[in-house]
């Protein structure tokens, strides 16, 4: 390729007050790990979602994105293909750029999976999916393809969902995995948790929180207090950004 080590090689991050971020120092270390001085990251940190076609415009040599809170769903109208899987997700958290366009995946739910397997037991059988975005929908789909039925607990809930104020001892007790997806105690504010009865919490149960900063937000460890198995959203991250960069990989 002609002129191809003055050529940068830039990926990104799009998403809403995103500062904190975990994918800019990920894949700065992995570029510096595997030599890849060509190699960049960095953070496009957008009020509105409408901001992104001028960001696509101007930005010509980016080769992949992740997308993160608020845009999963958002972003879809811009792109040109869905991979199958984020179709049937109906979010996007990686973007690969090609000459056909922009193709949307899902990596959230590859990322998921492969971090809660190793936690789950057999009766792990139902599941409450707190909050409803775009990060819950490949939660969903996880736990559909696992055999595990769910339901969605909102502030606002549709039909087929639960309030937080129907939460009852009986919900909590027949609904062993507890995963939530809401922002609520994640770095700087990490006193706050979901409102949910955590008193009815037992050893039978798995608390999974997508959060990883702090690593045991006070949702995880008002449920450790109670006997209950946790799990971050760490592992997650890890191995969904690998997945991402796989994509970004192929020709």
Known sequence: MENAENKRVRFGLVGRDISYSFSKGYFTKKFNDLALNDHSYENFDLPKIEEFEQLIKTNTDIKGFNVTIPYKQAVMPYLAKLDEKAQKIGAVNTIKVTSNGLKGYNTDAYGFQKSLEPLLKQHHQK?????????????????????????????????????????????????TVIINCTPLGTHPNVKVKPSIPYEHLTSNHLLYDLIYNPSKTAFLAAGESQGASIGNGQRMLEYQAEKAWEIWCKE
């Open 127 to 175: 599941a409450l999916i707190l909050g409803t975005g775009g990060a819950s929908k490949a939660i969903a789909f996880v736990l559909g393809e696992l055999g595990i039925s769910h339901t969605f607990v909102s502030r606002n809930p549709d039909q087929d969902q639960l309030s937080y104020k129907e939460l009852s001892k009986k919900v909590i007790l027949a609904h």
